[in-house]
């Protein structure tokens, strides 16, 4: 090796060119080379469920800069000043020597290279049900290019008809919706009770029959137990619980596992969730070696735990944090994450960031608060969309702990906002006066997040007593005696009502009908009307008149996860 420092990248998908690039930026007189076992390079696959499904159909815009070239070794080399080597694996890592081997894939050939530093991005492997059939053809995982290609000639073939999707995550739903589009019969099975596991189940429910209204049918609470199969051809998935479902597809999507075997044979040590344990300069056990992307695990920056994290954005941000520290010596740090996500769930959004209702109450964090209200993104008349979020918060301190949020409107930048109020520490009481821009064709006068901080400080304060849908189900179940009433108007009691025994006592007209309601000032009531605002109106008067438990559904019509009459 010359004295020009040379710094080998492994893996040129979306950590591996990141990392390499900002290196060079770093530092133009290194010599980079990354080093790809795949054939394309900077693949963009969190577009895949988006080209199988017809979005857009020329395959190179997965794989070209924003100007339309596409990002080969050419590319590489005449851009960027980086030697990329594609169809070829690092085999071995040796530390001692500060040299890796590899071997070309299509001639045989095999090399070592000699590094001053080591960037390792191998990302995650999709992972397989241990159960008989997997190896019948036909089932496929969508987390490659060849997969992408793969389903996507299935799309322009059209000779499938019916396909399983096996997990209810992120990338399950979205290629169900994918294949939906491609015309063919789809059924999502879930082991799990929901789908999307980073919502709270009320959100996630709301989402299953927004996917079921698609023509897709979904199975929760049932695994696969086996891939049937004739002549070695796919034919069909029987379910834990003996239904057997005849298809020619099945898509695995039921999570990813770093991709840690280089590392662990090189004894790097690999941390208690299986990635590659880094530090916050993303520098592995070895301090030559860097990691980055899904091959690694971080800190959960609210729980303090760790965690894996495979999330496309993740893997860019730690690859320039790496790539500068490996061209300069450490000098900048990734943190952690508080693991923000969103995905397009046919014509709604699902977003979520920190921990959900569930999630926290897992980890044992069990004094919180939360809300779920539903309401426009602007307003109606610029066409304003329905969202329906909730809020997580500690119950002491106020610290905004999550956000999640789901709906036809404008889902990321609620999401988005979230996001920097939990990194930047701030409390429900933080968030109530934020100065966010406001114009119609944008936003509400008061924004959807700053709305559902209000209706989170009064129930902090005590203010507001709501009922979670599921609370109010379980009351129902149990026949417990409530008076429940809804405050809109006839119309629209005429139009869509839930039919769980509830009184149409519009707003206008409950001063007038106050000798409807029960005579004991203790009976439980509960109000609410579409989003719950007038039915909050309603809680108000009626405690002002001397009920005394009287509760909002949180979230009204808009977020009943159950079945509704009308
Ligand atoms: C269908 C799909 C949709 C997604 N949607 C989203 C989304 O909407 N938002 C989001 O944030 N994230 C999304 N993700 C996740 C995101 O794509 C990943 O987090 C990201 O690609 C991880 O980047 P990475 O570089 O760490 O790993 P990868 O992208 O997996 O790249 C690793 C590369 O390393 C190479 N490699 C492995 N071993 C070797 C070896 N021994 N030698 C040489 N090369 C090797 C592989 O060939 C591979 O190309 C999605 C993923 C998929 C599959």
Redesign the pocket.
């Known amino acids: 090796m010359t004295d020009q420092k040379r710094i080998i990248v ?7 060119p990141k990392a390499a690039a900002r290196a060079l930026r770093m530092d133009p007189e290194a010599e980079i080379i990354m ?4 054939h394309d390079l900077s ?1 963009a ?2 577009g ?2 988006y080209y199988v499904g017809g979005f857009f159909d020329d395959r190179n815009q997965l794989i070209c800069t924003p100007t339309g070239v596409v990002r080969d070794p050419q590319f590489f080399f005449n851009a960027k000043g980086i030697t990329a080597k594609v169809d ?4 071995e890592i040796n530390k001692k020597k500060k040299r890796i081997s ?1 071997i070309n894939l299509l001639t045989g050939v095999t090399e070592t290279l000699d590094y001053n530093k080591l960037i390792i ?4 492997r999709p992972k397989m049900p241990p159960i008989p059939g997997t190896d019948l053809k036909g089932i496929t995982t ?2 490659s290019m060849q997969d992408a290609d793969f389903l996507r000639k299935v799309r322009d073939e059209g000779l499938i008809k019916r396909a399983v999707v096996i997990g209810g995550g ?2 399950g739903i ?1 290629t169900c919706e994918a294949l939906q589009l491609a015309g063919i019969d789809i059924t999502v099975i879930e082991l799990l009770p929901q789908i999307l596991m980073f919502l709270d189940w009320e959100l996630a429910k709301i989402l299953e029959s927004h996917v079921m209204s698609h023509a897709a049918n979904v199975i929760t609470e049932n695994g696969v137990a086996a891939f049937l199969g004739e002549n070695g051809v796919l034919t069909g998935v029987k379910l834990t619980n003996g239904t057997e479902l005849p298809c020619e597809l099945a898509v695995v999507a039921i999570g990813v596992t770093p ?1 840690v075997k ?1 590392a662990a044979d090189a004894d790097l040590a690999i941390g208690e969730r299986g990635g590659i344990s880094v530090n916050e300069y993303m520098q592995t056990s070895d301090p030559d070696i860097y990691a ?4 690694t695990e971080q800190n959960h920056l609210i729980t303090g735990d760790r965690t894996h994290a ?6 860019n941000l730690q690859g320039r944090v790496a790539g500068e520290n490996a061209a300069l010596g450490n000098s900048v740090t990734f943190n952690g994450t508080i693991h923000s ?3 397009k769930v046919f014509d709604y959004s699902a977003g979520s960031t920190g921990l959900s209702e569930s999630n926290a109450r897992k980890l044992g964090i069990s004094d919180i608060e939360h809300v779920v209200i539903a309401g426009p993104d602007k307003p109606g008349f610029m066409g304003g969309q329905i969202l329906i979020s909730k809020m997580v918060a500690d119950k002491k301190s106020g610290r905004l702990l999550g956000f999640q949020c789901i709906g036809l409107g404008d889902v990321s930048r609620q999401v988005t906002q979230a996001a920097m109020a939990i990194q930047g520490n701030m409390t429900v009481s933080d968030l109530i006066n934020l100065d966010l821009p406001y114009a119609p064709p944008f936003s509400l006068a008061i924004d959807n997040f700053i709305a559902n901080a209000h209706v989170l400080e009064n129930k902090l304060k005590g203010r507001l007593k709501g009922i979670t849908s599921i609370e109010l189900k379980k009351k129902l179940d149990n026949n417990e005696e409530i008076f429940i009433i809804d405050t809109r108007g006839p119309d629209e009691f005429e139009e869509m009502r839930l039919g769980i025994g509830e009184r149409l006592i519009p707003l206008g007209a409950i001063r007038n009908r106050l000798d409807e309601l029960p005579a004991d000032r203790n009976a439980e009531i509960i109000c609410f009307c579409k989003i719950s605002l007038r039915g909050y109106e309603v809680a108000l008067l009626l405690e002002s008149k001397g009920w005394k438990n009287v509760k909002v559904l949180e979230g009204g019509i808009m977020a009943w996860p159950y079945p509704r009459e009308k």
């Not at 991005?121 to 995650?124: L, S």
């Open positions: 492994i893996g040129g998908s979306a950590a591996g080093i790809q076992k795949d693949m696959s969190c895949y469920p070829t694996e690092v085999t590899c991005a191998t990302g995650a969508l987390q992120l990338i979205e991709n280089l980055v992307g899904d091959c495979p999330f496309g954005d993740l893997a996500g969103i995905c």
